[in-house]
Nanobody
Framework: QVQLVESGGGLVQAGGSLRLSCAAS????????MGWFRQAPGKEREFVTA????????YDADSVKGRFTISRDNAKNTVYLQMNNLKPEDTAVYYC?????????????????WGQGTQVTVSS
């Protein structure tokens, strides 16, 4: 049974930082690219960032470029999202996801497995 478990969310002031983690089990982690998505109240779930299987490539949404960094540790079956200079508009539930696809990382439909999400709230 595949499980993706996010952690590290919380309440932070604008300009602050958070680091999210996503621990994967039940799958061969280095066979999957990993992504982070987020969903704010009343909005569609949107792509944030993704990383290829061996960390050779990363992809970022324009809204987070220069502020968020995705990384992974294949030995620990974990993907991370370092979020700096947070803004109130970053407030959302953040989900990690795993895809066996080699393309289309920015599309929700490409992902095979999803975590339950972790809440990030940025106060102004």
């Amino acid at each position: 049974q595949v499980q993706l478990v996010e952690s590290g969310g919380g309440l932070v002031q604008a300009g602050g930082s958070l680091r999210l983690s996503c621990a994967a089990s039940g799958l061969t982690f280095n066979n999957y690219a990993m992504g982070w998505f987020r969903q704010a109240p009343g909005k569609e779930r949107e792509f944030v960032t993704a990383i290829s299987r061996k960390s050779m490539f990363t992809y970022d949404a324009d809204s987070v470029k220069g502020r968020f960094t995705i990384s992974r540790d294949n030995a620990k079956n974990t993907v991370y999202l370092q979020m700096n200079n947070l803004k109130p508009e970053d407030t959302a539930v953040y989900y990690c996801a795993a895809t066996s696809s080699i393309t289309g990382y920015t599309y929700k439909v490409a992902y095979n497995y999803w975590g339950q999400g972790t809440q990030v709230t940025v106060s102004s």
